[in-house]
């Protein structure tokens, strides 16, 4: 892991400033991690792996494949056979015969088609969509962690056309090998028994065409796997920029963007059109080492011919098999290009289905029916990136049904404690207690779902607002929806929507204003019916009106259970039982509003602050301190 | 062509010539793979029937030298049309960033990420592949076709005729296949794009999946898509199954009709036994490619619906033109609203609005939540255009200023903070990616945000994640604070920009602002008085009108909602702080509300 050093180089494309490359750089995505190992047996088993969830699709695909394979095989043979004995002979009824009999099987073979076709496709999509479901579940239980650290566009990259590029594979190259294979062992078997030594002299070449492959092999396994590097680098940045496109476009910055993405773009064309390169080669190889095995033959085979070793008929016979079986081998080649191009795919898909949850339940993990909603914090230490703490030794507890606000500077680590309690992250340190049991005692799912959290940065998912408010308890009915819309006063403005309840917000919830999209996670939080209610700034886009409207609907609804607060407006936190002042990611005060007034510390401070801005502006010459 | 192809002609004309070369090497490579039987043939007559052993290392070296050289065309031929494909990606891909750069925010509102996302990416690569080998294999068909049956009418007109007559049927199945593919083609698309959506959506909003410990109902969702998808695979599927044993069946059809009338004529005496295995010969080569048919056109039927879907974006209409006059020296910073009415999808949001800010004033909007602060100043860098009245930056309609320019006059923090995956510094440099290191220090410094970015360990190197990723909320704002600071603007913006911020790091935030940025016209909208009382003058704004302006006193001093809210603001820290008491009286205001 690590970012790019190397091809920031090229990213920067028409920087000025050289000493301060890493500081400028338009854009800087995490690399997605390139993979080292070696071709790997393993790697192909586990693949193939998959098939064997699907044995009736193979077995009529190969049995529909065989039959397909038998009528073309035999077909001209049959027509070989009606010249010479029903055309040269003058048979007209032998000819019928003949012709009724190819209708027969190319019939058959129209039926072998269809069902060929079909199962194919429904084995190639199956594994397909199963892989892709399984990636997904598996991600969707990864850890905050792993989404910290690659962008979103990377991460579909992976779900999206990692598992699309295998799809070829899955489709037609499995079953074509596999077929391949059995007519290339025919063929072998004939003409060993034809004549081993010529046999073994067209195959002779074989060996030197997989020595000369090996190594253009490790290229383009190395160039597909650059491809899917770029393809991911490009898609983040995509990803990125068309949710940032509003800042993008306010502060003028296309020409600068568009010169970013054309030097991405640019390089992606570069190494796609370097694996093609070595991937095309492959083709004419195998043309080539079928000549020269042909040019073998017959120079031999002429030279057992006047040695009267060898009859004039065999040779000929030889010569044809010989095309036959290098069509196998062709083909096969092919296949192998194919497993080489989803080999590169497969690798970053199994690297995620390999990835551990770091925040994962423990096997005793227990699921309480219910909690009291007591919290504790033990010594709690924890930093996201080793040696930069973001909380040091905090330590506080709070009873069932309190209300604590956390206070603090920016950055002091408020809502890292929010992360802590829901068990986003696990802490480094310390430990976290609820009903004084370690968090990691519970299961995560049973420990999150008694938490209800209105982040600071809003969710808002497309759908109606219904839905959006429903998302935390999919089973409520659409009376206690509105319930919950009533409490933080959404339904107000959810009414004056053209469609209401039902009306379809997009994606982040851009029809709405930013107050509006609080409202709804609040909502959301409350349908949840949590015990403990986490608050992260819930109501800082929210005028005073409507949260002082909030407040007071709220003191019911929290009524025994427990609720933080983080937040800067004073009228939010003044009547919180308990108030932790936070500074660089420790506790530096604690008490109610009154008696921190009272200490003249660090709460005081903020609180004067904003009643200095009052008086500086308004001239009014009332010395606090004094 | 399908049209849709045809429609983004601009984009692969300028590449043509690999196409063109491509084809070229195409038609030598598949001239020279008539070679290797023809050598095959003179092997077995001459040297080994004839025993002319000296002709051996010729004909030998003859097939060698025809190996070589088809390998060369094969080759060129599929490295030159996946460079036509690649370049065409390339410019259409830059093509379509362009375009996006330069759409609308209304278009934006609209438009699932995923969707743009699974267009520039999947749909592209479908469109693509058709002109990396779907072009070469359909004129590679048709060559063959072409030849074969000239060469066929060569050797025996009546036979020829009779593979000739099955061609209409061919056609007629492949245009019935093709019509029938088109709009299950375009529900695939669909379907990709929606099961793209979802993901993009869930990895975003992984943090609110995970805190209602909703991932199994998510996973339900993209299950869901994702058989939708595959049926809709299967359909495809169904419909090949349906439409390409009959393509097969045309050529073996033909194979028996050759036959049976090439026997009938050899036993008439019309033409001879070995007329008749050559015809033949013919035939089976031409049977194999034409039965592929099916998967060629299947290639450029999914090709023409993904084409279809970029053009949908290329030809977005860029509502707001940029007109390029008025190059004026830099603005003086005079915003007026004359009588503005907007509203988004037919739905008022703001009604008839005047209001003039003088330049260097700074005015304040206060409002309940969705009363249309946001929209109001959004006017003003032309977000958005009204419905109806004018907004003027120096007495000029903002439709008649350049858009590059008014933007770079107006700066706008955004509500949301956005920051991009980069460092911090060129986060802060964004609009102006040539500041200098003391500029953007600077920018920093008034933004409050410099002491927190000196305490990182890499400082302004800091990596900043996806959307801001590893900061705390108000870290973000501060730095999005910095970034409108350091355009230098003639008008600010500030849209609920501190709102993440504490009391006291907002304090020195203002305090540096108003020092530093006075000649700069500011609009600020906060819900905390503390942040709008230091406006020239405040406007009220509820359901999209001015209710109320004026300034700090004058508001209190009337009943409205600034006064409600004042009130709530300051109740009862009245009871510790003589100062707010003062101000708590000179409001008139009682403290029979709260707790
Ligand atoms: N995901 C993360 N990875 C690394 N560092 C982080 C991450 N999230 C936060 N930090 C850092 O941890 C520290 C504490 O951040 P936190 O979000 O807890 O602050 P906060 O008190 O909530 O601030 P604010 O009031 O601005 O929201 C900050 O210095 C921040 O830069
Ligand atoms: N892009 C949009 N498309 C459709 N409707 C919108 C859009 N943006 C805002 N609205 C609607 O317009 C109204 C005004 O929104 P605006 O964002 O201007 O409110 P605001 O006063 O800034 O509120 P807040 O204080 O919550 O930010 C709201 O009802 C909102 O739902
Ligand atoms: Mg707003």
Known sequence: MGCVKSSQMNDRSGQTDNSNADLRSPFIYREDEALEKKFDGRQVRRLMSYLRLHPRLIVFSLVATTLGILVTLAAPYLVGKAINVAVGDKHPNTLLEYCAVLIVLYALNFFATRFRIYYTNLLGQSVIQHIREQLFHHVQFLSLKFFDERPAGSVLVRIMNDVNSMQDLFTNGVINTITNLFTLVGIIIIMLVLNWKLAILCMIVVPFMFLLSTRLTIQIRRSWQLVRLRLSRMNAHLAESIQGMRVTEAYARQAENEEFFRGVNGEYRRVFLGAQRRSIMFGPLVDLTGAIGSAVLFGYGVVELRAGLVTVGLLVAFANYL???????????????????????????????????????????????????RVEFRNVTFAYDSGRPALDDVSFSVTPG??????????????????????????????????????????????????????????????SILDNIRFSRPGATDEEVRAAARAVHADTFIEALPQGYHTEVRERGSSLSMGQRQLLSFARALLADPRILVLDEATASIDTQTEELIQRGLARLLAGRTAFVVA??????????????????????????????????????????????????????????? | MPESIRKLYPYYKDHRSFLL??????????????????????????????????????LLAAMLGAAVAKGAFNFG???????????????????????????????????????????????????????????????????IVVFGIAYMYSMNAILATVILILMPFLAVIAIRFDTKLRPIYRTIRENLSTLNSGVQENVMGVRTVKSFAQENREIGKFNGNNGLYFTSNMEAAVLWKKFFPYIELVGNVGVVLVLGVGGYLVM?????????????????????????????????????????RLDEVLSAPQAIANTSQSEAPAARGRVSFCNVSAGFGGRAVLTNIDLDVEAGQTVALLGLTGSGKSSLVQLIPRFYDPLSGQVLLDGVDVREWSLDRLRREVAVVFQEPFLFSTTIFANIAYGKPDATVAEVERAAALADAAEFIERLPEGYSTLVGERGLGLSGGQKQRLALARAILMNPSVLILDDATSAVDMETEFR???????????????????????????????????????????????????????????????????????????????????????
Request: glycine share 8%.
């Open chain 1, 402 to 463: 309190q209300t604590v606000a956390l206070v603090g500077h920016t950055g002091a680590g408020k809502s890292t404690v929010i992360n802590l309690l829901s068990r986003f992250y696990d802490v480094t340190d310390g430990a976290v207690l609820v009903d004084g049991q370690d968090i990691r005692s519970f299961t995560v799912e049973s420990l999150r779902s008694r938490i209800g959290v209105v982040l600071q940065d809003t969710f808002i998912f497309t759908g």
């Open chain 1, 323 to 373: 095309g036959n079986f290098w069509t196998p081998i062709a083909q096969l080649g092919q296949v192998y290009n194919q497993l080489l191009v989803a080999m590169a795919s497969s690798e970053r898909i199994f690297q995620y289905l390999d990835t551990a949850q770091t925040v994962a339940d423990s096997d005793q993990a227990i699921a309480p029916e219910t909690i009291e909603g």
């Open chain 1, 568 to 626: 800067h407006r004073l009228s939010t936190i003044r009547h919180a039982d308990q108030i932790l002042v936070f500074a660089q990611g420790k506790i530096v005060e604690r008490g109610n509003h009154d008696s921190l007034l009272a200490a003249r510390g660090v709460y005081r401070e903020l609180v004067d602050a904003q009643y200095r801005m009052m008086r500086e502006d308004s001239g009014v010459a009332v010395g606090l301190e004094s």
């Open chain 2, 268 to 308: 008439t005496h019309a033409t001879s036994l070995g007329n008749l295995v050559a015809f033949l010969s013919i035939v089976w080569f031409m049977i194999w490619p034409m039965s592929q048919l099916g998967y060629f056109l299947n290639n450029m039927t999914q090709a023409s619906a993904a084409a279809k």
């Open chain 2, 77 to 143: 031929q599929g490295y030159l049309a996946q460079k036509f494909g690649s370049n065409t990606a390339f410019g259409l891909r830059n093509a379509i960033y362009h375009k996006l750069n330069w759409l609308p925010f209304s278009y934006y509102d609209e438009t699932h990420t995923g969707d743009l996302m699974s267009r520039l990416t999947l749909d592209l690569d479908a469109f693509r592949m058709f002109l990396a080998f779907g072009i070469n294999n359909l004129v590679g068909l048709g060559l």
């Open chain 2, 21 to 58: 070369w491509g084809l070229f090497c195409l038609i030598f490579a598949n001239a020279l793979s008539l070679a290797y039987p023809y050598l095959l043939d003179l092997i077995v007559n001459r040297v080994i029937v004839a025993h002319e052993y000296g002709e051996l290392p010729w």
């Open chain 2, 509 to 595: 935030i203002q305090r540096a602002l108003d020092e530093h940025l006075r000649g700069c016209t500011t609009f600020v909208i906060a819900h905390r008085i503390s942040t709008l009382k230091r406006a020239d003058f405040i406007v009220v704004l509820a359901d999209g009108r001015i209710v109320a302006r004026g300034s700090h006193d004058e508001l209190l001093s009337q009943p409205g909602l600034y006064r409600d809210i004042f009130r709530k603001q300051f109740a009862d820290a009245a009871q510790g702080d003589e100062f707010a008491r003062s101000l708590w009286a000179s409001s008139g205001g009682d403290r029979g509300w709260g707790a």
